[in-house]
């Protein structure tokens, strides 16, 4: 699974172009689930071409459009089309079920 770093300045324009499914994951150097996340995800056998971090601290711009208000914060983008939030516990079950009942929503454009 291909990893990704995102910010203010390529975060649309990477999502529009990148081909399958993106798990957009917004993070934080001193948030402890963020820590998690960022060691357990790349290990879990996620149906995803690919994981997009960007760092909540530094990218207030892509934090404000995505209305983030928690961290870590997930989000579906598939085909450069939005999905919207991704709310699971950070398990290979359940985000592979949100994953499932996320893209099967009307999707959007990118915020």
Same mark, same amino acid.
Request: proline share 6%; net charge negative; hydrophobic share 45%.
């Given at each position: 699974?291909?990893?990704?770093?995102?910010s203010?300045?390529d975060?649309?324009?990477?999502?529009?172009?990148?081909?399958?499914?993106?798990?957009?994951i917004f993070?934080?150097?001193g +948030?402890?689930? +963020?820590?998690?996340?960022?060691?357990?995800?790349?290990?879990?056998?996620?149906?995803?071409?690919?994981? +997009?971090?960007?760092?909540?601290e530094?990218?207030?711009?892509?934090?404000?459009r995505?209305?983030?208000?928690?961290?870590?914060?997930?989000?579906?983008v598939?085909?450069?089309?939005?999905?919207?939030a991704?709310?699971?516990?950070?398990?290979?079950?359940?985000?592979?079920?949100?994953?499932?009942?996320?893209?099967?929503?009307?999707?959007?454009?990118?915020?």
């Amino acid at each position: 699974m291909d990893q990704l770093e995102l910010s203010d300045f390529d975060v649309d324009q990477q999502l529009l172009q990148l081909p399958g499914i993106s798990l957009l994951i917004f993070t934080s150097v001193g +948030c402890a689930s +963020c820590r998690y996340a960022r060691q357990q995800l790349p290990r879990l056998g996620l149906p995803v071409q690919r994981l +997009c971090w960007i760092d909540a601290e530094e990218n207030g711009g892509a934090v404000e459009r995505y209305e983030v208000f928690h961290l870590p914060a997930l989000f579906i983008v598939r085909d450069g089309e939005f999905f919207g939030a991704l709310r699971a516990p950070l398990t290979e079950s359940a985000i592979r079920a949100a994953l499932n009942l996320g893209l099967i929503r009307e999707p959007d454009e990118l915020p």
